[in-house]
């Protein structure tokens, strides 16, 4: 009885659905799960019982196998006979057994040979290289089926440098360096290295005949600048309209008027330019060229026919004739050749993607422009930078501005790639409908390097399964449209719409995933609207607090200031009352110095007894010789800190100023002789 196993949910991820296939039905080749689940389109369900289904008839072969191997093959007894009939298929008595025919009871033909079991498909290894030179790291993920060439050629699109000139060092201490043919698998890598970019030949010039100018103090070498960018600023003097453009330093002079004539649709040979140094040629490049680095200006302008010899114009007539001709010519043939279904576009039109791409920018605008040439002006707008970069235009902003990513990629030897671009991928609808819903990213496959190079980059980004789809599907199912989502932090491919497919089902697959996607996006537009009022509260909330922060400063700032202002005023007071202390007492001290000693009572000089009464109240008496001047009594009260520049002296009856006598007068000839009182008092100021 087969056995059937029900899943109750299913993994949307196809890798989730690759690792499940795996852990149910045993099968480690990589190449075979992915069969299995293209062959069951990717139901996780049908795939495993078709392969249980497939295990158990081959059980069962194996058994019948032992069965009958287990049987001698001689002549058999009569105990076999009708075991003979049921393998024969007859009945035993219609069907007596022939005895000297012994072969034809155990023909191998009763048997069905059990069909031989094809060997296993090798196994792919995804391998992972970090590449370091001078002061870049280049990331590459290569199948093992690879060769060291393969590794230098992308390397080549990365640096611009020759692959010639390359010389990868770090394949290991014991392995002698690989030549370009050597195949990854046959070094037996791990999964993870590091290998060393050395150009020992790239020529590093020095002296005066150096190709190098200084760069914020920095001399910039000949081969730095071919590694480098240029900024070119070129003003067109016919628009008014200046273009900034970024050429490597790999580039030509030619490669830029080639991109100039992609930009405005002007021929080389009708452009005239001003700014390149003189006797410079179209090839050389532009580290060569002795332009300015990093940046140069060019003035662009047409050529007017006007301003041509007649023989210049009349060539250029007679050429542009021809084409015309010749272009007529090709029309009738192409048109004959359509009823035989021959592939037109090579014989009609220039590849979309050029080989050998050294600028992915200038590449795409190339993509654009050629695209645009043979399906017409209504067309996809397609993003014009790596596919990183369309990423990031689609999926890094705001939630409620994020769209979904269609990556549209282009194969010319599918009879299937006109009709599509022309019929439904240029459909107004379609294109209405891509513009305000997606980012579109378009690359061409129909070179074997084009086609490594798109697989590369989508293994970095969408991981194996995605890279196995575009590798292993037929050609005649191209074009393809990978829609690609970004739902919380996981890019994933939604969608791969295939070129056999019409114009509704093209329009029904667009919207459906439009839908799942909004559906989706909407919890994240209601999150991140929450994350941003939260931040916006705590930003608030910060700025609050760093006022309050800043307030708090000042205040703090202000009262120490007044307290440092304060504590200023009192030190100089403290000094100023400790200078006017001291010049009192320096005074006091003179005063006590030149005053005479009080006589005793039984003196026999005459004596005058000055009571004298204080502003404090108190009273102090003193006996002074009767000769000695009116002086002695100011100093007196001088050496008590009453002076007269600030104490006045006065009688008691009658009352009047006695400090405005004389200082000389003898005491004896005034008021205080034999004795006499004074008030002491403050002196008022005006």
């Not at 795996?22 to 992915?34: R, S």
């Not at 196995?468 to 791969?496: C, G, H, W, Y």
């Not at 009116?630 to 009453?642: E, Q």
Request: contains cysteine; proline residues 6%; negative net charge.
């Amino acid at each position: 009885m087969r056995q059937r196993i029900s899943f109750t949910t299913m993994a949307t991820n196809r890798d989730e659905i690759l690792i499940n296939f795996q852990v149910c039905t045993g099968i480690e080749n990589f190449d075979e799960c992915l069969a299995h689940l293209e062959q069951n389109d990717w139901c996780l369900e049908r795939a495993v019982n078709a392969v249980m289904e497939a295990q158990q008839e081959a059980q069962q072969a194996q058994d019948v196998s032992d069965v009958v191997a287990a049987i001698p093959m001689e002549t058999p007894p009569s105990s076999f006979r009708p075991l003979v009939a049921d393998l024969g298929g007859d009945d035993a008595d219609c069907n007596p057994p022939d005895p000297p025919a012994p072969a034809l009871a155990f023909q191998p033909a009763l048997i069905p040979p059990r069909p031989p079991t094809p060997p296993a498909p090798r196994t792919i290894r995804m391998i992972n290289f970090t590449i370091e030179y001078k002061d870049k790291t280049i990331n590459l993920v290569l199948e093992d089926s690879r060769t060291v060439g393969t590794i230098k050629t992308l390397l080549k699109d990365e640096l611009h440098i020759p692959v010639d000139l390359m010389v990868l060092e770090g394949w290991g201490h014991t392995r002698i360096r690989p030549n370009d043919s050597a195949q990854l698998s046959a070094l037996h890598l791990p999964l993870e290295n590091r290998l060393y970019l050395q150009t020992p030949n790239i020529p590093e010039t020095s002296g005066s005949n150096s190709n190098t100018q200084p760069i914020n103090g920095e001399e910039i070498s000949f081969a730095d600048k071919l590694t480098r960018s240029f900024e070119l600023c070129i003003m067109d003097t016919d628009d008014k309209q200046e273009y900034r453009l970024r050429y490597s330093g790999s580039k030509t002079i030619l490669d830029v008027k080639h991109g100039m004539f992609a930009l405005t649709q002007v021929p080389v040979r009708h452009q005239q330019w001003d700014g390149w140094p003189v006797n410079s040629e179209d090839t050389l490049t532009l580290a060569a060229s002795g332009i300015e680095f990093p940046k140069h200006e060019l003035r662009f302008r047409r050529i007017n026919n006007k301003t041509r010899s007649p023989k210049q114009a009349t060539d250029e007539q007679t050429a542009s004739s021809d084409d015309e001709e010749f272009e007529d010519a090709s029309d009738m043939y192409l048109d004959d050749s359509a009823v035989f279904g021959n592939d037109l576009t090579s014989r009609r039109f220039e590849a979309l993607l050029p080989n050998n791409i050294e600028d992915e920018t200038l590449a795409l605008m190339h993509f654009s422009q050629e695209f645009r040439q043979r399906y017409g002006e209504t067309h996809p707008q397609f993003f014009l930078a790596s596919l990183e970069d369309a990423m990031k235009e689609a999926f890094n902003v705001p939630a409620k501005d994020r769209k979904l990513l269609a990556i549209y990629i282009h194969n010319d030897r599918s009879v299937q790639s006109n009709v599509f671009c022309s019929q439904l991928l240029c459909a107004e609808s379609i294109v209405s409908f891509l513009t305000q819903n997606y980012v579109t990213w378009g690359w061409d496959i129909s070179s074997e390097e084009n086609k490594i190079r798109l697989q590369s980059t989508c293994t970095k980004l969408f991981g194996s399964v995605t890279t196995a789809t575009i590798k292993n599907l037929q050609q005649d199912k191209f074009p393809l449209l990978l829609i690609v989502m970004r739902i919380r932090s996981n890019t994933e491919v939604f969608a791969v719409l295939q070129g056999n497919t019409s114009l509704d089902e093209l329009m029904t697959s667009l919207i459906h995933a439009v839908e799942s996607y909004n559906s989706q996006r909407q919890s994240e537009i209601v999150q991140e609207a929450e994350r941003n009022a939260a931040e916006t509260l705590k930003k608030e909330q910060d700025e609050a607090y760093h006022e309050s922060l800043l307030a708090d400063r000042a205040k703090l700032e202000e009262k120490l200031r007044l307290e440092r202002e304060e504590m200023e005023r009192q030190m100089e007071e403290e000094k100023e009352k400790k200078q006017i202390e001291e010049a009192q007492e320096a005074r006091r001290m003179s005063f006590q110095s030149q005053l005479n000693a009080e006589p005793p009572e039984d003196s026999p000089e005459p004596i005058s007894t000055v009571r004298m009464r204080l502003p404090t109240g108190e009273m102090l008496t003193r006996r002074f010789i009767a000769t000695s001047p009116m002086r002695m009594v100011i100093m007196y009260l001088g050496t008590k800190g009453y002076h007269t520049e600030e104490y006045k002296i006065l009688t008691t009856f009658p009352k009047k100023r006695s400090d405005h006598t004389r200082p000389v007068s003898k005491l004896q000839r005034t008021w205080t002789f034999p004795s006499g009182n004074t008030l002491c008092g403050r002196t008022l100021s005006d």
